[in-house]
Nanobody, 112 residues
Framework: QVQLVESGGGLVQPGGSLRLSCAAS????????GAWYRQAPGKQREFVAN???????NYADSVKGRFTISRDNAKNTVFLQMSSLKPEDTAVYYC??????WGRGTQVTVSS
């Protein structure tokens, strides 16, 4: 059974940092692109970043230079390091592998 478990969300002040984690089942981790998406209240879900099994990364323009995606192959985990957070980064962040495997999401709130 495929599982994706996100963790690391929370409340942070503007300018602060958070690191999200997504632990994936071994059956999908090595074979699929890992990605983060986010959905703010009243908005559509949007792409944030992804990383291929080989380590190539891509980012949405809105997070370039502030967010870093990485993967730990020994732990079957993808990370999203978020820095210089802004109130507009507030959203539920979802982990995704391949075309259809989604986690349940973790809330990130940026507020003073």
């Amino acid at each position: 059974q495929v599982q994706l478990v996100e963790s690391g969300g929370g409340l942070v002040q503007p300018g602060g940092s958070l690191r999200l984690s997504c632990a994936a089942s071994a059956s999908i981790f090595s074979n699929y692109v890992g990605a983060w998406y986010r959905q703010a209240p009243g908005k559509q879900r949007e792409f944030v970043a992804n990383i291929t099994p080989g380590g190539t990364t891509n980012y949405a323009d809105s997070v370039k230079g502030r967010f870093t995606i990485s993967r730990d192959n020994a732990k079957n985990t993808v990370f999203l390091q978020m820095s210089s957070l802004k109130p507009e980064d507030t959203a539920v962040y979802y982990c995704k592998f391949g075309l259809s495997y989604w986690g349940r999401g973790t809330q990130v709130t940026v507020s003073s």
